[in-house]
């Protein structure tokens, strides 16, 4: 599974950005992957944001980010997106999205969870 990261950008705190993962490979069942976004600012560890599961139906997100992002997935498509809105500074970071095949509710939000990732596309976020 190849996936791409893209939609980041530089905007200023209170402005929206929407990311999106476009997964790809030979005999590609998207929908039995989980997707999740993580993100990694410098200096800091990567931590996770935002999780969905192949039906679409179940989702996680960080305390952080809850009533700001929102994800979600077109199966169809390949693609899962990520709606960020109300930005702060503390925003700022490169995400990545990953995908995992065998998920397990209790492990959505841990990237050891997830055997696929894409590059990574970089938000900053100006105060």
């Known amino acids: 599974v190849q996936l791409q990261a893209f939609g980041g950008g530089l905007v200023q705190a209170g402005d929206s950005l929407r990311l999106s993962c476009a997964a790809s490979?030979?005999?590609?069942?998207?929908?039995?992957?989980?997707v999740a976004w993580f993100r990694q600012a410098p200096g800091q560890e990567r931590e996770f944001v935002a999780a969905i599961r192949g039906g679409g139906d179940t989702k996680r997100y960080a305390d952080f980010v809850k009533g700001r992002f929102a994800i979600s997935r077109d199966n169809s498509k390949a693609a899962v997106t990520l709606q960020m809105n109300s930005l702060k500074p503390e925003d700022m970071a490169v995400y990545y999205c990953a995908a995992g095949r065998t998920v397990i509710l209790s492990a959505m939000t841990s990237d050891q969870a997830y055997h696929y990732w894409g590059q990574g596309t970089e938000v900053t976020v100006s105060s």
């Open positions: 490979g030979s005999g590609l069942s998207f929908r039995a992957y989980t």
